[in-house]
């Protein structure tokens, strides 16, 4: 079992502090696959805004954005390709924001709707318990934080100890 797939987006900043553009997204299948990518910023986003405190938390500079980054359409193709066939969730709305931003400046239409992990959670039938401990043991094994690769494969390893039974 690969499916779901959990997707995690970075940003330049958050949108309440400006124009935020998407600079790195993961995604994680909770079989433990998992693809992460740097996105180049469009030359749309060029004059966008940039929050210092946002890459104090992710470590993610400008200048690797420059050097490493991927053309927005690249990482697209390769991030629809990667989770071909599988439904995809988030734990926040502003994953499907950052994807329809990603998609804007492309020119391309949304490769795959982004679902909010709390109905997949709830049509599984789960209960908070068991959710607070799937995430517990999770963030003990994966601690890193706010970094997109870490945080989807961690949202990845809460499904697939939920589905597992491994937890509650």
């Not at 994807?99 to 949304?110: F, H, K, N, P, W």
């Amino acid at each position: 079992m690969s499916c779901p797939a959990l997707i995690d987006f970075e940003a330049s900043c958050l949108p309440e502090y400006g124009q935020s553009y998407p600079i790195e997204v993961a995604v994680a299948r909770i079989d433990g696959s998992n693809r992460a990518w740097l996105i180049r910023p469009a030359e749309a986003w060029r004059y966008w805004d940039w929050s210092d405190e946002a890459e104090k938390l992710h470590g993610i500079t400008q200048q690797m954005l420059d050097d490493e980054g991927l053309p927005p359409e690249q990482v697209l193709a390769e991030m629809a390709e990667f989770v071909a066939g599988c439904p995809v969730y988030a734990d926040a709305d502003l994953d499907q924001y950052w994807l329809e931003v990603l998609c804007q400046a492309t020119g391309t239409r949304l490769p795959f709707p982004v679902h909010y992990l709390g109905e997949y959670l709830k049509e599984g039938g789960y209960t908070r318990p068991q959710v607070v401990a799937a995430l517990e043991e999770a963030k003990r094994r994966l601690p890193k934080e706010h970094l997109a690769r870490e945080d989807a494969k961690r949202l990845a390893m809460v499904v697939r100890l939920l589905v597992d039974g491994e937890v509650g």
